[in-house]
């Protein structure tokens, strides 16, 4: 139909897992795919509707593969499309950025710098590190001290710089290539998130046929 031959009538696709877009914006398939086809084809691929986004649509919108294969079955009829990969793409709208303010940039600051300060002494109450200390000191020097200084000072830089190295950032820049504990607990949130949303999103799908 479209001058493809015998030899090329297979288009790969491999759908992405979460792409961002715009409100009112128009998704293609070269958006949310990966594409692997003749070279013919390619250009009228990529410029296939998906969907519309529109205001009912709210900030997630679920494409599943088999949608994307009507479409593409639609315009090409005697092609085989392989899909590989994820059977859902996410697509997340997001509304123009709206600036923080100062006064609640530094209410968050200040509330998570005091939250943390005392988070951590209300740890080392508990485990009576001062006295720990104070033994120590009182071990390695033979003099007895209730604050000791020496170990406390170095002890307290240290606990910050411990701090540094596991979030392995320094304000906005990294300190190596290798993701911190925090972020791989971020990237594995991200997935159940993502799990959750494509099996609600059909469960709702499925509750919507039944009804009607």
Same mark, same amino acid.
């Given at each position: 139909m479209w001058g493809v031959n015998v030899l090329e009538k297979?288009?790969?696709?491999?759908?992405r897992n979460r792409v961002l877009t715009k409100p009112r914006e128009k998704v293609y398939l +070269?958006?949310?795919?990966?594409?692997?086809?003749?070279?013919?084809?390619?250009p009228d691929l990529k410029k296939i509707m998906i969907h519309q986004v529109t205001p009912e649509d709210k900030n997630i919108i679920i494409i599943d593969v088999m949608k994307v294969i009507r479409f593409i079955t639609d315009m090409f009829e005697e092609v085989e499309v392989q899909s590989i990969g994820p059977a859902q793409t996410i697509i997340e709208v997001?509304?123009?950025n709206k600036q923080m303010s100062y006064p609640f940039f530094l209410l968050i600051w200040?509330?998570?710098f005091f939250g943390s300060a005392m988070a951590? +002494?209300?740890f080392h109450d508990d485990v009576s590190m001062q006295s720990v200390q104070a033994k120590l000191y009182t071990i390695i020097t033979g003099m007895k001290d209730s604050k000791p200084?020496?170990?406390q000072i170095p002890y307290s830089i240290g606990l910050g710089l411990g701090m540094v190295l596991f979030f392995n950032?320094?304000?906005e820049k990294r300190i190596n290539e290798e993701p911190s504990p925090l972020e791989v607990e971020m990237f594995n949130y991200q997935l159940d998130l993502d799990n959750y949303v494509i099996i609600h999103e059909n469960k709702e799908s499925l509750k919507r046929v039944n009804d009607d």
């Amino acid at each position: 139909m479209w001058g493809v031959n015998v030899l090329e009538k297979t288009i790969y696709i491999r759908m992405r897992n979460r792409v961002l877009t715009k409100p009112r914006e128009k998704v293609y398939l +070269m958006d949310i795919a990966q594409i692997i086809a003749p070279e013919s084809t390619i250009p009228d691929l990529k410029k296939i509707m998906i969907h519309q986004v529109t205001p009912e649509d709210k900030n997630i919108i679920i494409i599943d593969v088999m949608k994307v294969i009507r479409f593409i079955t639609d315009m090409f009829e005697e092609v085989e499309v392989q899909s590989i990969g994820p059977a859902q793409t996410i697509i997340e709208v997001i509304n123009k950025n709206k600036q923080m303010s100062y006064p609640f940039f530094l209410l968050i600051w200040f509330l998570l710098f005091f939250g943390s300060a005392m988070a951590i +002494m209300n740890f080392h109450d508990d485990v009576s590190m001062q006295s720990v200390q104070a033994k120590l000191y009182t071990i390695i020097t033979g003099m007895k001290d209730s604050k000791p200084w020496l170990f406390q000072i170095p002890y307290s830089i240290g606990l910050g710089l411990g701090m540094v190295l596991f979030f392995n950032h320094v304000f906005e820049k990294r300190i190596n290539e290798e993701p911190s504990p925090l972020e791989v607990e971020m990237f594995n949130y991200q997935l159940d998130l993502d799990n959750y949303v494509i099996i609600h999103e059909n469960k709702e799908s499925l509750k919507r046929v039944n009804d009607d």
